[in-house]
């Protein structure tokens, strides 16, 4: 048997690129059914080429997976997934909860992990509790629901469970916030009013109205459980802990936008109550089942009604907190955060992790920053990329770096794009709809996985229907989601097989030195060989077919692929790399069938940003 190698080949180029690269609206997404009111953008998620985008106020009475559609009961709500193939866009599926009710609001919340789904509906009235109970018992109005939904290998969606909080209450908003990361899912019930604090208290004691609840679910199989009731430290009257929660492996954040303590930094003195509502963001830990709280996390500028901790978000060892209604007139990066003179303009707080220890990194404002903006509503993180939306910024700029001083377009809304370098951030990009309209509220919600950001703007007023139709004026509210593409990588093609298979090189990520790009070569067979090269020329020379980006040097360097034929090829550019420089990257595998016994896959050429 011949054995099976396969080699890479690189080339950075010292002459800066010509073509732009790097960030472009992708797709301008809209539900099937769009109508007046329906908010559709209030809540979106994205993971690899699949997003789901919720529609809060939708009122189609239809039950499950792609039910007939029709306007039967208000606000009952509705979630749409659409799938990715290369540029292309498709909608793949209409979910409604398997007990649609009227003002249920399901899909005020929603989070997706590859193949699962979770949606929130916090005003649904079920008295169950736990999971796959009775939902057709209404007497417990606004105690909520999450329902969760899978795709199975041959694309269909089905729902797997209807999941109630352990200790279901009136008006307890269960479902209100949602995530999720592989078999874990994390609910936040802001109305929940128990007095207990830390992991697993005593849940039956209602002497602290809407201080806030999370709870966190583990699935075996398809089964899920209960594994943890959680409540913050210093569990308050009015906190709403549960307002923001995020999970990345075995961390969780929860935020609670309404605490009250001046406390300021880490770990801080969470008993002093004396600037209402500035906001908290608790980080817990989980160690095999057993979760604790690992950081008591403030704002460096800790300030009454900021609502620090309205939405966060976690990626690795950093998380970012947004404060929508934080009132500096900073601009920029690690501006003066003393000056109050600029009404709810809004700031966003970077922190890291060095072991267990938690400390702030950066403090972000707009470019732009002006009262009302209300930067910081929306946060996304994602390696070294954070995404912040100001859905109350006022430009009437369109698309990418148009110009933002330009103050005629009320609210109609903008997303920020920071790239790391090393420990250093900085603005790399300033979005806008296109085109973009008042009172849309672009960037009230925002996501970000790799090298796609999602971005909803719930206030759109386009009666247009499905992916980049064309948009008009004429349905108040019906909302929109727009996938913007932010990658550096060019596919140049030129892959040339043989009967062992066609090996795909993908780049995603922008290039941005100091940080790690992505690489995935796929269709490799397990066990691979890698040989790595350097290559000593951009010009990319034809080869039966197809490429080559160049004639390169041998080595040998061994990578195991994964059983279904994948390797994960971690990208680090070197701090300092100026934006402009070229890229190249080839992988090949030894094949007896093919020309010269070598598949190759095809080219890629990246731009540093």
């Not at 800066?16 to 009111?37: H, T, V």
């Not at 966190?216 to 594994?227: I, L």
């Not at 906190?239 to 999970?247: C, L, M, N, P, R």
């Not at 604790?292 to 901790?309: H, I, L, P, R």
């Amino acid at each position: 048997m011949a054995r099976v190698a396969c080699a890479v080949l690189v080339l950075v180029s010292l002459a800066a690129s010509g073509a732009a690269q790097g960030i472009q609206q992708q797709a301008y997404l809209k539900a099937f059914n769009s109508d007046q009111s329906d908010r559709f953008g209030n809540a979106l998620a994205v993971s690899g080429d699949t997003v789901v985008v919720g529609a809060p106020r939708e009122a189609g009475s239809g039950t499950g997976v792609d039910p007939v559609e029709n306007n039967d009961a208000d606000f009952a709500g509705a979630a749409y997934v659409y799938v990715r193939n290369g540029a292309t866009w498709t909608l793949d599926a209409y979910l409604k909860a398997s007990n649609t009710d009227v003002f249920d609001l399901f899909s005020v919340s929603v989070a997706v992990d590859g193949d699962t789904i979770a949606v929130g509906a916090p005003f649904e009235a079920s008295n169950a509790t736990g999971v796959n109970g009775d939902a057709s018992d209404n007497s417990m109005a606004g105690s909520g629901a999450v329902y969760v939904f899978v795709r199975d290998g041959a694309g269909n969606w089905s729902q797997q469970a209807y999941v109630k909080a352990s200790n279901s209450g009136q008006s307890d908003q269960f479902g209100t916030t949602v995530a999720l990361s592989g078999d874990t899912l994390v609910v936040g019930s802001i109305g929940e009013d128990s007095v207990a604090t830390g992991v697993n208290g005593d849940q039956s004691s209602n002497g602290n109205t809407n201080s806030g609840a999370a709870y966190v679910f583990t699935r075996s199989g398809a089964t899920w459980t209960q594994e943890a009731y959680l409540k913050a430290s210093n569990t308050g009257f009015e906190d709403q802990f549960g307002s923001a929660v995020k999970i990345d492996g075995d961390t969780v954040l929860v935020g609670a936008l309404s605490e009250d303590s001046g406390a300021t930094g880490i770990d801080g003195d969470g008993s002093d109550n004396s600037q209402t509502d500035s906001g908290a963001v608790y980080v817990f830990t989980r160690s095999g089942t057993a979760w604790s709280q690992e950081a008591y996390v403030k704002a460096s500028n800790t300030d009454a009604e900021d609502s620090f901790g309205w939405r966060c978000d976690i990626s690795g060892d950093t998380l970012v907190a947004g404060a929508h209604l934080e009132d500096s007139a900073a601009t920029g990066i690690n501006g003066d955060q003393g000056d109050e003179s600029a009404t709810r303009s809004g700031a966003a707080y970077v922190f890291t992790r060095s072991g267990s220890i938690w400390s702030q990194q950066a403090y972000l404002k707009a470019s732009n920053a002006e009262e009302w903006d209300e930067f910081g509503f929306g946060v996304s993180i994602g390696e070294n990329t954070i995404v912040v939306g100001a859905p109350g910024e006022d430009s009437a700029a369109s698309g990418h770096g148009g110009d933002a001083s330009d103050n005629t377009l009320p609210t109609s809304g903008a997303a920020y794009v920071f790239t790391r370098n090393g420990t250093t951030w900085t603005q790399h990009a300033y979005l806008k709809a296109t085109p973009s309209s008042s009172f849309d509220d672009f960037g009230q919600r925002v996501d970000l996985d790799r090298d796609l950001a999602l971005i909803g703007a719930p206030g759109e007023d386009s009666d247009s229907n499905g992916v980049n139709s064309t948009p008009d004026e004429t349905a108040s509210g019906a909302g929109a989601a727009y996938a913007i593409e932010m990658s550096g990588w060019q596919d140049l093609g030129g892959a040339t097989a043989g009967a062992l298979g066609d090996p795909t090189l993908d780049g995603t990520g922008l290039l941005v030195g100091g940080t790690s790009g992505h690489l995935d070569l796929s269709n490799v067979p397990p066990g691979a060989f890698c040989a790595q090269f350097q290559a000593t020329s951009s010009t990319p020379v034809p080869f039966y077919g197809g490429i080559l980006v160049a004639f390169p040097f041998f080595t040998l360097v061994p990578l195991t692929s994964s059983p279904s034929g994948e390797i994960p090829l971690p990208f680090v550019f070197p701090t300092g790399v100026p934006a402009g420089i070229e890229i190249w990257v080839q992988y090949g595998v030894v094949d007896p069938t093919a020309p010269f016994g070598i598949s190759i896959s095809n080219a890629m050429k990246g731009v540093t940003q």
